[in-house]
Nanobody, 122 residues
Framework: VQLQASGGGLVQAGGSLRLSCSVS????????IGWIRQAPGKEREGVSC????????YYADSVKGRFTISRDNARNTVYLEMNSLKTEDTAVYYC????????????????RGQGTLVTVSS
């Protein structure tokens, strides 16, 4: 199982970024998939995730209305569209997969790719 995240970078507050996660080794519709993040000095937290077939979607309260998760099962790719970014969104973002949506929500997924750094400047 491999999760390859990309799309991080430096952006000013109020700006946007789109993260992508390319998945290999399993079919997207067999796992819940999503994003977790870890800011400096903070614990890992679930940001957004989608159930196996996309029937249920979770967003952390801090990103509701600003972030949108989407998945392209045919391409085995998951996206996180991040708008109206705030300095507190600065973190390393990890693509995550688990058979349980809850494990991604609490930041402890079975599978986690390498992170991509998002830095939001004021």
């Amino acid at each position: 199982v491999q999760l390859q995240a990309s799309g991080g970078g430096l952006v000013q507050a109020g700006g946007s970024l789109r993260l992508s996660c390319s998945v290999s080794g399993f079919s997207l519709d067999a796992y819940a998939i999503g994003w977790i993040r870890q800011a400096p000095g903070k614990e890992r937290e679930g940001v957004s995730c989608s159930s196996r077939r996309g029937g249920s979607t979770y967003y952390a309260d801090s990103v509701k209305g600003r972030f949108t998760i989407s998945r392209d099962n045919a391409r085995n790719t998951v996206y996180l569209e991040m708008n109206s970014l705030k300095t507190e969104d600065t973190a390393v973002y990890y693509c995550a997969a688990d058979r349980s949506l809850h494990q991604i929500v609490v930041g402890t997924p079975e599978y986690r790719g390498q992170g991509t750094l998002v830095t939001v400047s004021s």
